[in-house]
């Protein structure tokens, strides 16, 4: 009996050899504190499983509240917590896929759903599960270059807790999140990380400089091009108005010259007319000389400058010869509408005894 105990710590000494001292030490005094004795009578507290041995082979596990025990033969063999546990991962070194050396820690969180396999399925929950954690962290950074691990924190911590949970089913462990804490990178992939930050800096702010010198010329642009239909529209509305200025003042000076030519005929078909435009070119003769030497050192004179009476007459006789073809179709028109002229005699008899 004595060697069959000897040889089992022995044994359990050996598998613990890989495993270090202070999880050893940790594990034996949490169990040392967690494990109550059997008083027969017991309350187990909420959030707590108790996992009973009867004989040293599994009895049965415990609820919260009153459990009766038999003395001496059974026996609580392990305390599991039913609580969300919180576990600080360690600083390990990992290589990313584009062979860059880093060096993360995390925090695990998880809860044990099965004590019956938490007890028996492990030697140490805690310890497995952090040790597990560890693996899959360096087996992930190896699928990722350094730049996705800082873009992608959220799917390789998603990666860490589905990895976790296949291999942690058969321990009754359930792991709920896992998170990143720091990510430390040697000091000169840290330089040349701050050199490509001030490059992609440099590079925004050229592109933005440039940027807002384009939009500058095209509003430049669009400025003197609006400005310049502005302007050519102000032209052409001036040149409009000025046309239609000019066109309404010849149809004025032209409806005046009408009505003062209407007025001439009128006057000259009176009695005396002849003299009075007779008097009329006499007098803008005179005037006419008066402007000779005013405008042009060359002048053009008629030989008899001196004779006004035959410079009138000549005008007059350019204005008889003018209106002799109006006169004419005047008298055409009085024998075409009384061809009978002792009818046109008669009736001027017949007016004027009537008046």
């Known amino acids: 009996m004595l060697r069959s105990l000897t040889r089992g710590r022995a044994l359990l000494q050996h598998s613990r050899r890989g495993i270090p001292q202070v999880w050893i030490v940790a594990a034996q005094r949490r169990w040392a504190s967690n494990l109550p004795m059997n008083t027969v009578v017991l309350f187990v507290p909420q959030q707590e499983a ?48 584009d062979n860059v050396t880093l060096n993360i820690d995390g925090v695990l969180y998880l809860r044990i759903m099965d004590p019956y396999k938490a007890s028996y399925g492990v030697e140490d929950p805690e310890y497995a ?52 804490k720091d990510i430390h990178v040697p000091p000169k992939v840290k330089e040349a990380m701050q050199m490509q930050v001030e490059a992609e800096r440099k590079k925004r702010a050229t592109v933005l400089e440039s940027e807002g010198a384009r939009e500058a010329e095209i509003n430049i642009a669009e400025g003197k091009k609006q400005s310049r239909i502005l302007a050519s529209e ?19 000076q032209a409806k005046a010259k009408a009505q003062s030519i209407n007025m001439l005929s009128e006057v000259l078909s009176q009695q005396c007319g002849s003299q009075a435009a007779s008097l009329s070119v006499a007098e803008q003769y ?57 009818q046109l005699v008669s009736e001027n008899q017949i007016f004027h005894s009537e008046t």
């Open 50 to 97: 108790w996992v009973v041995e009867r004989m040293g082979r599994f009895h049965k596990i415990l609820d919260p509240g009153l459990n009766f025990l038999i003395p001496i033969v059974d026996r609580i063999k392990y305390v599991q917590s039913l609580k969300e546990i919180v576990i600080d991962i360690p600083e390990q070194s990992a290589v990313s896929l």
């Open 129 to 180: 599960v952090t040790q597990l954690a560890q693996t899959t962290m360096r087996s992930e950074l190896g699928k990722l270059s350094l730049d996705s691990v800082f873009r992608e924190r959220e799917v390789l911590n998603m990666n860490m807790v589905t990895q976790i949970n296949q291999a942690a089913d058969t321990w009754g462990i359930r792991c709920l999140r896992y998170e990143i």
């Open 234 to 252: 102000a032209t052409k509305a001036e040149t409009i108005n000025q046309a239609a200025g000019e066109a309404n003042a010849v149809i004025v």
């Open 286 to 342: 005179v005037s006419a000389f008066n402007n000779l030497a005013k405008q042009s050192n060359t002048i053009l004179l008629p030989a008899n400058t001196g004779d006004v009476t035959s410079m009138v007459s000549q005008a007059m006789g350019i204005y008889g010869a003018l209106t002799k073809p109006e006169a004419m179709k005047e008298k055409l028109t009085m024998d075409t509408a009384y061809p009978n002229k002792s």
